[in-house]
């Protein structure tokens, strides 16, 4: 059992233990932010709270939160905490809503991230032996350096592809042997039907026994697919810039996102409120981070939506447990006064059996109304046999079981809706 742990001293830490050694780090943290960052010490300071009133864990929720805005405003090295000489790496996110979120990391931090990685890829089953093809895009975003570092430090091999040229990725799996793919599930799908058009089984023809996704909100009914169309074990990997990038989360055997909370401290959120919720209730999920030097998070709102749980796992880890990112409170749509979140859609859509795994869910705004439509693209088989309405009336059905809301599902000819490499696009407004 304590053989699937990468580092069992810290997963399989006794709870109270665990909460000593988060409070020691939190007090440790609070004080260096104050004394070296001016913008946290202003934060701290009109909020009235001062280092040494962090006495006990739940004294965190008298510091303000840290928000996208904040990270805006102090765009891009305003928030370091270290000398901007003790700085080795700088990441950012893509940047497609505004300024871009950096991330810069001192060599201590760097090597925090592999560990974390390791953890996580460790977690997933990869071992020394094994080839990891990393078809994450190389470049700023963090994705593809977090599973890299990741894999070294257990020792596997990293095969540097980056993301891109579907058909060079199936040769490459195929001579390279590669064992572990590491890209968006959506992505891994298209290189799946990319090298059946070549004539190759996706499940037999390759090596490949497991996949670590991330990057993309996809629901468990997605992975099962993804599972079976490969013929691997399809690992979700959770994490943010703001944060650290991949690496916040350690997914298990058992399907279980640990935390990995000796380093990023979680806590949920009523995100109307900013109220502490208990464990077991859904909210915003928060995170700090408590170890990192150069850009410390403290209370970052992810505006991702989760559950978290405290009870003990199969797998020997203690580390508490998230649930799967139900959608970012971004994405949620309100439809004739019914919450939507496009997961919610893609859970219904892959109960039935000819729904390939490519749709968009179409938005179209009439005045202050929004209404929602679906595009699927049967499975080639499925679409040969005709009787669409049938197919189509069967998805609304799913549909309308976890909604309970009427959303009109049109088929459309296969390999019309636009391949992704890396994030597929999910939701399309018209
Ligand atoms: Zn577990």
């Not at 805006?72 to 905490?81: D, H």
């Not at 978290?308 to 004739?336: A, H, N, W, Y």
């Amino acid at each position: 059992m304590s053989s699937d742990l990468w580092d069992s001293k810290i997963e399989s830490m006794k709870k109270d233990k665990l909460k000593e050694l988060q409070l020691k780090r939190l007090k440790e943290l609070v004080n260096r932010v104050y004394s070296k960052n001016k913008y946290y010490k202003l934060k701290f300071d009109e909020a009235g709270v001062k280092p040494t009133d962090i006495k006990q864990l739940s004294d965190i929720e008298k510091i303000p939160f840290l928000t996208k805005h904040d990270l805006r405003e102090y765009y891009p090295f305003g928030l370091v905490c270290t000398e901007m000489d003790d700085i080795v790496e700088v990441h950012a996110s893509s940047g497609t809503t505004g300024k871009p979120v950096v991330g810069p990391y001192t060599a201590n931090d760097v090597d925090l991230w592999g560990e974390v990685m390791a953890r996580a890829l460790y977690a997933n089953g990869m071992r020394k032996s094994d080839r990891m093809q990393n078809a994450y895009g190389y470049g700023f975003f963090t994705g593809a350096h977090g599973f890299e570092k990741g894999a070294q430090k257990i020792g596997a091999m990293v095969i540097t592809i980056g993301s891109g040229n579907t058909q060079r990725q199936i040769k490459i799996l195929k001579d390279f042997k590669s064992t572990v793919i590491a890209c968006t599930p959506s992505y891994s799908l298209y290189i799946a039907e990319v090298a059946e058009e070549q004539g190759f089984d996706p499940k037999n023809d390759f090596n490949l026994k497991l996949g670590t996704f991330g990057a993309e909100a996809w629901s468990e009914e997605m992975r099962r697919n993804v599972e079976k169309r490969w013929g691997i074990h399809a690992a979700e990997h959770y994490g943010l810039t703001e944060i650290i990038g991949p690496g916040v989360v350690s997914e298990c055997k058992h399907k279980k996102l640990h935390i990995n909370a000796d380093h990023f401290l979680p806590e949920i959120i009523d995100p109307n409120t900013g109220e502490t919720l208990e464990p077991g209730e859904e909210g915003e999920l928060v995170f700090t981070t408590l170890t990192k030097e150069a850009f410390p998070a403290i209370r970052f709102r992810t505006k991702d939506l989760a559950t978290l749980f405290e009870e003990p796992c199969e797998c020997g880890r203690t580390l508490p447990i998230q649930s799967r990112i139900k959608g970012r409170s971004d994405d949620m749509m309100k439809v004739k006064g019914v919450i939507v979140f496009p997961s919610q859609i893609e859970a219904g859509l892959m109960q039935v059996e000819g729904v390939s795994e490519f749709y968009q869910i179409v938005k179209t705004k009439k005045g202050d109304m929004t209404e929602l439509s679906v595009e699927i693209e049967p499975t080639e088989t499925r679409w040969r046999e005709g009787h669409l309405d049938d197919l189509e009336k069967k998805a609304e059905d799913e549909i309308y079981s976890i909604l309970n809301l009427h959303v009109p599902v049109k088929a459309i000819q296969p390999k019309t809706i636009e391949r992704s490499t890396g994030k597929a696009k999910r939701v399309i407004e018209r």
